[in-house]
């Protein structure tokens, strides 16, 4: 199993950023996604998920409304927009299979730094 994350970045307070997660290895259309987050000093926690058909998402309560998740199963691959981010979503993220679980082995991760 392979999760590849990228689009992270240096973005000022109130600004976006895309995550993308692109996965092989396993069935990935078959597959629900999490996306987690590790800030420094901290535990890695659960950001968002996603159902395999994208039919039903759910996201921690210190990102919602301003994140969304999505996939397209075509790509193998799943997304994090992030919006209006704020210090404190400064992190590590990472995707993994699951419904706000992870199944494998952790990929490399993508940092997000939200600083002005």
């Known amino acids: 199993v392979q999760l590849v994350e990228s689009g992270g970045g240096l973005v000022q307070p109130g600004g976006s950023l895309r995550l993308s997660c692109t996965t092989s290895?396993?069935?990935?259309?078959?597959?629900?996604m999490s996306w987690f987050r590790q800030a420094p000093g901290k535990e890695r926690e659960w950001v968002a998920a996603?159902?395999?058909?994208?039919?039903?998402?759910t996201y921690a309560h210190s990102v919602k409304g301003r994140f969304t998740i999505s996939r397209d199963n075509a790509k193998n691959s799943v997304y994090l927009q992030m919006n209006s981010l704020k210090p404190e979503d400064t992190a590590v993220y990472y995707c993994?299979?699951?419904?706000?679980?992870?199944?494998?082995?952790w990929g490399q991760g993508t940092q997000v730094t939200v600083s002005s």
């Open positions: 290895g396993f069935s990935f259309s078959d597959s629900d």
């Open positions: 993994n299979s699951g419904w706000t679980i992870s199944h494998y082995s």
């Open positions: 996603i159902t395999e058909t994208a039919l039903s998402t």
